[in-house]
Nanobody
C-alpha cells in the first residue's frame, strides 16, 4: 500500500523552472520504481519520466529530455521532478505514480505498470 501526494505546481513564465515533489507513505515505497506522468487538456495522460527503485537509473520522454530531471530520496519517501527551461507545451496536470511490482529492475513507461497514483498538481507555463 502506497499513498502519494504531489505538490509544487504553479504558474511560471516560459523559460522558468519549477520543482515538483511527491510525498509517499507506506512501507513499500523504497522498493518500487516511480514515475511522473502529465495530462494536458483534451489529451491522454502521457509518460514524462521514471526512476528505478534502487540503482538510480532513469528514463525520460523525448519531449523533456535534457530539461527535466527525476530523482528520489527514499529516506524521505519523496520523489522529485526538476523542470527547467519550461515551455507553454509543458502545461498540464502532473501526476506521480508508484509501480505495481516491487524490486523489479525494469523501468516502465506505460500507465498500466503503475498501481498507485497521486491526485495531480497543475503546472501552467505562460508565454
Amino acid at each position: 500500500q502506497v499513498q502519494l501526494v504531489e505538490s509544487g505546481g504553479g504558474l511560471v513564465q516560459a523559460g522558468g523552472s519549477l520543482r515538483l515533489s511527491c510525498a509517499g507513505s507506506g512501507r513499500t515505497f523504497s522498493s518500487r520504481g516511480m514515475g511522473w506522468f502529465r495530462q494536458a487538456p483534451g489529451k491522454e495522460r502521457e509518460f514524462v519520466a521514471a526512476i528505478s527503485w534502487s540503482d538510480g537509473r532513469t528514463v525520460y520522454a523525448d519531449s523533456v529530455k535534457g530539461r527535466f530531471t527525476i530523482s528520489r530520496d527514499n529516506a524521505k519517501n519523496t520523489v522529485y521532478l526538476q523542470m527547467n527551461s519550461l515551455k507553454p507545451e509543458d502545461t498540464a496536470v502532473y501526476y506521480c505514480a508508484a509501480r505495481r511490482l516491487q524490486y523489479t529492475t525494469v523501468i516502465a513507461t506505460s500507465r498500466e505498470a503503475y498501481n498507485y497514483w497521486g491526485q495531480g498538481t497543475q503546472v501552467t507555463v505562460s508565454s
